[in-house]
């Protein structure tokens, strides 16, 4: 389809301004402002979030949702009610109701009729499945969301719907789409997928960065801060990806499968409305900041809903010396011998930073830091039990003795696991801005458990016959990587440079990265499961590192708990390139 065709045909414009609970505040009002939409998204939510609103509602039982929604609202809702623009967001987090009545006094505090409507049936925890559990939502689908807009609501709150589905339900309500309609379903996930985690779909968190437009914003005189992402979706569930004009950052392949590949697994992106084949989807580079998406087929969604479960775990505590000069190693080993018998706590786990070049030219350049990590059930040991012998050494340890903060109190942690249950268990309700209630029917055909189509066969060699260079794998190859519960999620792919060598780097990445070439590239992964999965439309390879991150990013004691500069560390990883290729 041609790009005069899609600017013709019948499309739903829907924009996102929100990719995680603390994104930029004033995102709402430009996405309203900068240009025509018909639906405004906000992701807020995340297994991290559920954990952080869970504890909130332990203070405050009225609580429990995200709070900047509501500044955002009380800044915007008159805005999007002139301009039409539906509002279609997460915010919810575990009390949908409570955000919903919030949103309406909002609404009668600046004399508007706004009708809000709100999908819940997510939190479990009534149900006593988990004992202990501190949240247990279930993934809800995009149906609820739709109903609600058939019924004419301006505003629709959720609790822990999939991020994707505050793209679907909108797509659904505009078309007319039915549970069948598995691939129409399939291109709105993957629109959803693409527009959830905000700006990283314009050049936020992306490898290529120094490839982005330069513009300077004409009311602050520095860079201007990226645009948020919008999706043109089609009847047929194909789309473009833009942003509004004159924002900055960019739409390019390669900032679209920079969010494609973000925390995903196999080549099956399973959902509560349809199983989605990443592997099929196709971008076209259309137009400056259009990329075309088609291609996306669909199956019928798993029989079970996944669960997003938070336990309270226990308390911990860091603290940090700085290790200056020379004998960095001997000086790691005294104080570790020093402090070690004294701490109580069930878990302590030492880390290191690089050891300093040999004549570093400003202190801190040649120092380095040495970091102490405790862990227990209860505050007491990693209280002033860990505390108080840590600041006892400060004269009677190693020379140069400092921390990098003073002592602090311990703080709880949470742990994630995801868990499943039967749909006949999940009550998916919509409450009708009116207040009445309606149940969200179940799809009636599903698919078999997750198949291994795009698994990385076994490993075979690239032909050894060539010349070849030691460079970094990053020389052609973009990243982006995070975190999935305790397992780390690492995308890469051949950048589009235009290149007439595409085509054969992608056969080589795809020959290079096995299971064994992972572990060489993460030897903290040298003991772990690892999968890899083909996305050749993407030119791209998906890792999937179980384990790697332990419990989740609440509980993790890694320096980078969410995996977020995984990909960032591989891509500087040198390894043998063929000299054709370069």
């Not at 793209?167 to 959830?196: C, M, N, Q, T």
Request: charged share 20%; hydrophobic share 40%.
């Amino acid at each position: 389809m041609s790009l005069d065709e899609l600017d013709h045909r019948d499309v739903l414009r829907v924009g996102n301004c929100s990719g995680f609970y603390g994104d930029r505040l004033s995102a709402m009002r430009e996405m309203l402002e900068g240009g025509p939409l018909d639906v405004l998204t906000g992701d807020y939510l995340a297994e991290l979030t559920m954990l952080i609103l869970g504890k909130d509602t332990m203070k405050d039982a009225s609580l429990g949702y995200a709070r900047t929604f509501v500044r955002q609202a009380e800044d915007c809702l008159g805005l999007a009610l002139e301009r039409g623009v539906k509002i279609v967001a997460n915010a919810g987090g575990l009390n949908p109701a409570g955000l919903a009545d919030r949103l309406r006094e909002v609404a009668t505090g600046l004399g508007l009729d706004a009708k809000v409507a709100h999908v819940e049936g997510d939190d479990l925890r009534p149900l006593g499945l988990w004992e202990g559990a501190l949240t247990a939502n279930a993934y809800l689908g995009g149906f609820g969301i739709a109903r609600a807009l058939e019924q004419g609501a301006d505003v629709v709150v959720t609790g822990r719907v999939t991020d994707a589905s505050l793209v679907v339900g909108p797509a659904v309500a505009r078309f007319g789409w039915s549970p069948e309609d598995h691939d129409r379903l399939a291109g709105a996930v993957v629109a959803g997928h693409v527009l959830e985690c905000g700006t990283q779909a314009t050049g936020g968190n992306f490898s290529g960065f120094r490839s982005l437009p330069v513009s300077t914003s004409s009311t602050t005189g520095g860079p201007t801060p990226l645009g948020f992402p919008l999706a043109e979706i089609g009847p047929d569930g194909s789309f473009v990806v833009t942003k509004h004009p004159g924002t900055g950052g960019a739409v390019t392949v390669d900032t679209v499968t920079a969010q494609l590949v973000y925390e995903i697994q196999s080549t099956r992106y399973l959902g509560p409305d349809v199983t989605t084949h990443l592997d099929s989807i196709r971008l076209e580079q259309q137009d400056t900041d259009r990329v075309a998406v088609s291609g996306v087929v669909g199956s019928p969604p798993p029989a079970r809903l996944k669960v997003c479960v938070n336990e309270l775990g226990g308390f911990r505590n860091t603290a940090e010396f700085v290790l200056t000069g020379l004998e960095i190693e001997a000086k790691a080993d005294w104080v570790r011998e020093q402090l070690t018998p004294q701490l109580t706590a069930a878990t302590v786990s030492w880390t290191r930073t690089a050891l300093p070049p040999a004549d570093a030219d400003t202190e801190e350049g040649a120092s380095c830091l040495l970091r102490c990590t405790v862990m227990d059930s209860s505050p007491d040991p990693v209280g002033k039990a860990f505390t108080g012998p840590a600041i006892e050494l400060a004269l009677a340890s190693y020379p140069g003795f400092t921390m990098t903060a003073p002592p602090s109190a311990p703080t709880p942690y949470g742990v994630y696991r995801p868990e499943y249950v039967d749909r006949d268990q999940v009550a998916h309700t919509v409450v009708h801005a009116d207040g009445t209630r309606e149940s969200v029917a179940d799809p009636t055909g599903f698919s078999e458990p997750d198949p291994v189509e795009g698994l990385r066969p076994s490993p075979y060699p690239a032909p050894a016959d060539l010349l070849n260079r030691r460079m970094p794998l990053g020389t052609f190859v973009h990243a982006r990587s995070g975190d999935k519960g305790g397992d780390a999620n690492l995308g890469l792919w051949i950048t589009h440079d235009g290149s007439d060598k595409y085509d054969a780097r992608v056969t080589w990445l795809t020959k290079l990265i096995t299971p064994k070439k992972v572990r060489e590239l993460v030897p903290e992964a040298a003991d772990l499961e690892i999968e890899v999965y083909v996305l050749p439309n993407l030119g791209a390879v998906n890792v999937l590192i179980r384990g790697l991150l332990g419990q989740g990013v609440a509980a993790s004691t890694r320096f980078d708990p969410q995996a977020k500069g995984l990909g960032e560390w591989v891509r500087s990883r040198p390894v043998h390139i063929q000299e054709v290729l370069l």
